[in-house]
Nanobody, 122 residues
Framework: AVRLVESGGGLVQPGGSLRLSCVASGFNFSTAVMLWVRQAPGTGREWVSTISSGSSGTYYADSVKGRFTISRDNAKNTLYLELNSLKTEDTAMYYC???????????????RGQGTQVTVSS
């Protein structure tokens, strides 16, 4: 079975940084398109970023472009998201997901992990 386990969230001040990790198992990670989404309380999920299987393609939502960086280590079955210049509006639960279809945007289809909380507050 697909298993995705996120970590690295926490409480950070505005302008700060975090690095999220997602360890994957139960499928061929090296051939999978992967992505990050987030969801704040009372809102729908918001697509954040997608990375192709070989890391040649990376894509970002306008709200995080230039501040967040997605990457992956296929040898370690691990997906990463580097969050820089964090803003209070970045506060949300962050989920990694294996994308089966519709991999650019909120309508992606695929399993996701349990999430890691990122809180940006002074």
């Amino acid at each position: 079975a697909v298993r995705l386990v996120e970590s690295g969230g926490g409480l950070v001040q505005p302008g700060g940084s975090l690095r999220l990790s997602c360890v994957a198992s139960g499928f061929n990670f090296s051939t999978a398109v992967m992505l990050w989404v987030r969801q704040a309380p009372g809102t729908g999920r918001e697509w954040v970023s997608t990375i192709s299987s070989g890391s040649s393609g990376t894509y970002y939502a306008d709200s995080v472009k230039g501040r967040f960086t997605i990457s992956r280590d296929n040898a370690k079955n691990t997906l990463y998201l580097e969050l820089n210049s964090l803003k209070t509006e970045d506060t949300a639960m962050y989920y990694c997901a294996k994308c089966d279809t519709k991999c650019l945007g909120d309508s992606f289809v695929g399993p996701r992990g349990q999430g890691t909380q990122v809180t940006v507050s002074s």
